[in-house]
């Protein structure tokens, strides 16, 4: 077995571990997918509300509005707040196990929460288009100008799972440089708060067209439109074009955020302080 | 060969301190005292290949830092390690290979999964050929009695069968040395002695090097060879099991029993406790010979019974703990070892 093909095998079956684990109890998603739904209701209450007196807002149709926010709750809910797992993780010592293992160890939490966020994801996307064609009669339809038929629905479709996997990869890698200021901060969740509030405002609860103009363009050079604006934006508004560029830009961010993670997690991983057994 | 060794190791944690007094909290946004803690200071032992070694100390000695030093987990503030020839701060990963660690208090299985699936992830992560993690699998489930464990949730599992499975997994790729943190702690005396069996037998068998930290002194006793005993993060005793056990035996616990009420007050020696007919005396050897003290107490009176027991293993190291600094301790332990060798 060549060194590569057995720290594919070695992370590979992490995420199925994962996976495996995430799915021994029906339980485990009872609660994600009550609130989920209830998400999805009340906010499709509020967007009848703001449509009752125009049709569209910022190009956007009510029906558009609502299989939005389904799409884009989509990679919160599946990566979940796996922060403060892993603050009070290296807080507490319970990564020694990890960090004396021969593996990657950011690669090796990627894989292991990565695999764990995929079942919950599923479950949750599942659960968001019954209630999307219940509540709304049907999926977005395709712009013809994009094409027609089997082909481009499943190209869409295509798109918007790699667009969920690169947003809830991103997610992951934003997520656990943040946990690594616990190596230098005793109190690092005003970090994490902060993270997910302007998650939710750049892209989550709205689509960023729906932001003033001067703020959308502020936004759009941050990491956060690409965690859920992006799949969202390519599920209700397909075009190859923007599909095209979103992923493209959703790959360098993923870059980055990667490169950030091994970053910090080599500079702090040296600073850890763990007394006691 | 030297498996294990460190030299002047030391790690320093900085804590910080809250300012005491009124506005404390509002003063301490704005400045911040840090306070050092030496948790380990100028350590400096070694372990030869295939030792088993206990590493003692009360809690806060610096056990389990020391542990955590020796695996690369943790970065000395000074000093140096090596083991295997390797540093384990710099070459965690490459150590990871050849070391296996077990930290009682921590778990590497995933909770509600069955060990075998804890198994598999860990073949993977140490990359053994399906075959190999195979047959290293069925000869570590035969060996600890896992059979029926394997595909138990490890949630179901008891304490003492859990850590069976922990030391196991800790052993799927063929460690050179196994560091164990406290892997006795909170077991019955029954899962401790089958815990204590398999880690003799592992070292007796395989020539595997153990490193092992522990508060029970049963662990120590049946089976390690040698002590290193830290102490306020320094060394303080570091010599075999043997010479710990004879120091034990230079205190003899002894108790007497008279048909009658009898003055049980010696010269020089007063009893720790007594009953009219009754006593019982802490006897230094080295201060009182123990036939003198007999037959003194077989001349008070009518004898009906009399004990002899050695110190407690337990007691000797209490005594080391007691010391109030490494100085003191390393004095009182220089006095004893003179003592001990007249004995001898």
Same mark, same amino acid.
């Given at each position: 077995?060549?060194?590569?093909?057995?720290?594919?095998? &070695?992370?590979?079956?992490?995420?199925?571990?994962?996976?495996?684990?995430?799915?021994?109890?029906?339980?485990?998603?009872?609660?994600?997918?009550?609130?989920?739904?209830?998400?999805?209701?009340?906010?499709?209450?509020?967007?009848?509300?703001? +449509?009752?007196?125009?049709?569209?807002?910022?190009?956007?149709?009510?029906?558009?509005?609502?299989?939005?926010?389904? /799409?884009?709750?989509?990679?919160?809910?599946?990566?979940?707040?796996?922060?403060?797992?892993?603050?009070?993780?290296?807080?507490?010592?319970?990564?020694?196990?990890?960090?004396?293992?021969?593996?990657?160890?950011? $690669?090796?939490?990627?894989?292991?929460?990565?695999?764990?966020?995929?079942?919950?994801?599923?479950? /949750?996307?599942?659960?968001?288009?019954?209630?999307?064609?219940?509540? *709304?009669?049907?999926?977005?339809?395709?712009?013809?100008?994009?094409?027609?038929?089997?082909?481009?629905?499943?190209?869409?479709?295509?798109?918007?799972?790699?667009?969920?996997?690169?947003?809830?990869?991103?997610?992951?890698?934003?997520?656990?440089?943040?946990?690594? @200021?616990?190596?230098?901060?005793?109190?690092?969740?005003?970090?994490?708060? /902060? $993270?997910?509030?302007?998650?939710?405002?750049?892209?989550?609860?709205?689509?960023?067209?729906?932001?003033?103009?001067?703020?959308?363009?502020?936004?759009?050079?941050?990491?956060?439109?690409?965690?859920?604006?992006?799949?969202?934006?390519?599920?209700?508004?397909?075009?190859?074009?923007?599909?095209?560029?979103?992923?493209?830009?959703?790959?360098?961010?993923?870059?980055?955020?990667?490169?950030?993670?091994?970053?910090?997690?080599?500079?702090?991983?040296?600073?850890?302080?763990?007394?006691?057994? | 060969?030297?498996?294990?060794?460190?030299?002047?190791?030391?790690?320093?944690?900085?804590?910080?301190?809250?300012?005491?007094?009124?506005?404390?909290?509002?003063?301490?946004?704005?400045?911040?005292?840090?306070?050092?803690?030496?948790?380990?200071?100028?350590?400096?032992?070694?372990?030869?290949?295939?030792?088993?070694?206990?590493?003692?100390?009360?809690?806060?000695?610096?056990?389990?830092?020391?542990?955590?030093?020796?695996?690369?987990?943790?970065?000395?503030?000074?000093?140096?390690?090596?083991?295997?020839? !390797?540093?384990?701060?710099?070459?965690?990963?490459?150590?990871?290979?050849?070391?296996?660690?077990?930290?009682?208090?921590?778990?590497?299985?995933?909770?509600?999964?069955?060990?075998?699936?804890?198994?598999?992830?860990?073949?993977?992560?140490?990359? !053994?050929?399906?075959?190999?993690? %195979?047959?290293?699998?069925?000869?570590?489930?035969?060996?600890?009695? *896992?059979?029926?464990?394997?595909?138990?949730?490890?949630?179901?599992?008891?304490?003492?069968?859990?850590?069976? &499975?922990? /030391?196991?997994?800790?052993?799927?790729?063929?460690?050179?040395?196994?560091?164990?943190?406290?892997?006795?702690?909170?077991?019955?005396?029954?899962?401790?002695?089958?815990?204590?069996?398999?880690?003799?037998?592992?070292?007796?068998?395989?020539?595997?090097?153990?490193?092992?930290?522990?508060?029970?002194?049963?662990?120590?006793? %049946?089976? &390690? %060879?040698?002590?290193?005993?830290?102490?306020?993060?320094?060394?303080?005793?570091?010599?075999?099991?043997?010479?710990?056990?004879?120091?034990?035996?230079?205190?003899? +616990?002894?108790?007497?029993?008279?048909?009658?009420?009898?003055?049980?007050? !010696?010269?020089?020696?007063?009893?720790?406790?007594?009953?009219?007919?009754?006593?019982? $005396?802490?006897?230094? @050897?080295?201060?009182?010979?123990?036939?003198?003290?007999?037959?003194?107490?077989?001349?008070?009176?009518?004898?009906?019974?009399? @004990?002899?027991?050695?110190?407690?293993?337990?007691?000797?190291?209490?005594?080391?703990?007691?010391?109030?600094?490494?100085?003191?301790?390393?004095?009182?332990?220089?006095?004893? %070892?003179?003592?001990?060798?007249?004995?001898?």
């Amino acid at each position: 077995m060549t060194r590569l093909k057995a720290r594919f095998r &070695c992370y590979s079956i992490a995420a199925s571990t994962a996976i495996r684990e995430r799915l021994t109890y029906a339980g485990n998603f009872h609660g994600a997918m009550l609130t989920y739904g209830l998400f999805v209701f009340i906010f499709s209450r509020v967007w009848a509300g703001a +449509y009752a007196r125009q049709s569209t807002i910022a190009g956007y149709t009510m029906a558009m509005a609502v299989w939005y926010f389904i /799409i884009a709750e989509v990679p919160s809910f599946g990566m979940g707040r796996f922060f403060i797992s892993l603050s009070q993780d290296l807080k507490s010592g319970q990564v020694a196990y990890q960090l004396s293992r021969p593996y990657d160890f950011v $690669y090796y939490h990627y894989a292991e929460r990565f695999g764990g966020s995929l079942a919950d994801a599923g479950v /949750i996307m599942v659960e968001g288009l019954v209630i999307g064609v219940l509540l *709304l009669g049907g999926v977005p339809a395709l712009d013809p100008a994009q094409g027609s038929g089997l082909a481009a629905e499943a190209g869409r479709a295509a798109l918007l799972v790699l667009s969920l996997l690169l947003a809830g990869s991103l997610g992951f890698f934003l997520q656990f440089s943040l946990a690594m @200021t616990a190596f230098w901060l005793e109190e690092n969740e005003a970090f994490f708060w /902060i $993270y997910q509030k302007l998650m939710l405002v750049i892209g989550t609860l709205i689509p960023i067209e729906f932001l003033p103009a001067p703020v959308a363009a502020i936004a759009i050079w941050t990491p956060f439109p690409y965690l859920s604006y992006a799949p969202a934006r390519i599920f209700v508004a397909f075009s190859w074009a923007e599909a095209g560029s979103l992923i493209t830009r959703q790959l360098i961010w993923w870059a980055i955020a990667a490169t950030l993670a091994k970053a910090v997690f080599a500079r702090g991983s040296r600073r850890i302080a763990m007394n006691g057994g | 060969m030297i498996a294990i060794e460190a030299k002047r190791l030391s790690k320093t944690f900085s804590l910080r301190v809250r300012p005491q007094g009124r506005l404390a909290t509002i003063r301490g946004l704005f400045s911040s005292t840090t306070r050092m803690v030496h948790a380990v200071k100028g350590a400096e032992f070694s372990v030869d290949e295939g030792e088993v070694v206990a590493f003692l100390g009360p809690n806060g000695a610096g056990k389990s830092t020391t542990i955590k030093m020796l695996t690369g987990i943790l970065q000395p503030s000074g000093g140096t390690a090596r083991v295997l020839g !390797l540093d384990p701060s710099r070459e965690r990963k490459r150590l990871a290979w050849s070391i296996g660690s077990v930290f009682g208090q921590k778990s590497q299985l995933w909770f509600h999964l069955p060990p075998a699936d804890s198994f598999r992830l860990l073949g993977a992560v140490y990359e !053994l050929e399906p075959e190999v993690l %195979k047959r290293r699998t069925g000869s570590l489930v035969e060996r600890f009695d *896992l059979t029926e464990l394997m595909d138990v949730p490890v949630r179901k599992l008891s304490l003492g069968q859990r850590i069976r &499975c922990e /030391i196991a997994a800790s052993l799927l790729h063929g460690p050179k040395i196994l560091f164990l943190d406290e892997p006795t702690i909170g077991l019955d005396v029954v899962a401790r002695k089958e815990i204590r069996r398999l880690i003799a037998e592992l070292n007796q068998t395989e020539g595997m090097t153990v490193f092992l930290t522990s508060h029970d002194m049963g662990d120590i006793a %049946k089976v &390690c %060879k040698r002590a290193i005993i830290i102490h306020h993060g320094e060394v303080v005793v570091d010599e075999s099991m043997k010479t710990l056990k004879h120091r034990a035996m230079a205190m003899k +616990y002894l108790g007497v029993r008279y048909a009658s009420p009898t003055d049980t007050v !010696l010269p020089g020696l007063q009893p720790v406790k007594h009953t009219p007919t009754s006593a019982r $005396y802490e006897v230094d @050897t080295h201060k009182h010979s123990l036939r003198e003290v007999v037959q003194a107490l077989a001349s008070r009176g009518e004898l009906e019974d009399i @004990t002899i027991e050695d110190e407690p293993l337990e007691e000797v190291i209490s005594r080391i703990y007691a010391a109030k600094s490494g100085a003191e301790a390393s004095a009182s332990i220089a006095a004893a %070892k003179g003592g001990s060798h007249d004995q001898a």
